[in-house]
């Protein structure tokens, strides 16, 4: 094949598919002057639209664009229109997938029903799959930022009491450099320690090295975590468990 004839050959192949176009004309124009439009169209393939007010009302298909909006001025669609376009297409192939096309993206009113794409592959199964395939991932990566962080929280938590440790025997050695009171309500009755400068605690009249201790003491001798016992008064004067101080 020769340039030339390859040239011709792809202008060919790019022509337009409409090739006429008739738009927003009255319904009183076409009853007068049939004969008229006749010529122009020549009982030409293509799509056409009703308007009523200039509003879309229906679209619709025709192998004789004349015949059919005759058909209308006489049919259930009689009196909902006063305007009506006309589109010729010059390829019989794809006619009805354009007129289901333009009816399923605009819904008028006067269509019964909507247009119908036999062979198209409807896209919104594969759109949930890859939606659902998208969600797992974000909620994998979700459950593994979340697992981390506890992890590494976890972990600050334990270096922080390994630093409250290596400080000696008294836990709460170096919190409290002037000294602070401590307190508890236990069974309705109120109770106070203080805690000195180098950690020891003074309750009843005795010291003590250990706020679990004290408040093994309080409970008669039971076992108790000094941390989630006692409290302290923080900087805005509310009282907060001893724990809050490894935070």
């Not at 009196?79 to 192939?93: H, P, T, V």
Request: proline share 2%.
């Amino acid at each position: 094949m020769t340039k030339k004839q390859k040239k011709r050959k792809k202008k060919r192949g790019t022509r337009s598919i409409i090739q006429g176009h008739l738009e927003r004309v009255g319904s009183a124009v076409f009853e007068r002057y049939q004969e008229e439009i006749t010529n122009l169209i020549a009982g030409n393939q293509g799509v056409y639209a009703l308007y009523r007010r200039h509003k879309l009302y229906y679209i619709g298909l025709a192998n004789n664009l004349k015949g059919r909006i005759k058909h209308h001025l006489k049919d259930k669609h009689r009196g909902k229109w006063d305007r009506f376009s006309l589109y010729e297409i010059r390829k019989e192939d794809h006619i009805r997938e354009v007129e289901a096309l333009l009816v399923r993206i605009a819904g008028p009113e006067g269509n019964s029903q909507k247009g119908r794409l036999k062979k198209s592959l409807n896209l919104r199964y594969k759109l949930n799959r890859e939606i659902k395939k998208k969600q797992d991932e974000e909620r994998k990566k979700l459950l593994e930022e979340r697992t981390g962080g506890k992890k590494k929280l976890a972990a600050k938590k334990r270096t922080k009491t390994r630093a409250v440790s290596k400080k000696g025997t008294r836990p709460l050695e170096g919190f409290f450099p002037t000294g602070k009171m401590i307190y508890r309500k236990y069974k309705g009755k109120d109770y106070k320690a203080w805690i000195s400068g180098n950690g020891k605690i003074k309750y009843n009249g005795k010291w003590y090295d250990s706020p679990s201790v004290v408040g093994s003491v309080v409970r008669g001798g039971k076992s108790t975590n000094g941390w989630r016992f006692w409290k302290y008064k923080n900087k805005s004067g509310e009282l907060v468990y001893l724990s809050e101080l490894t935070k």
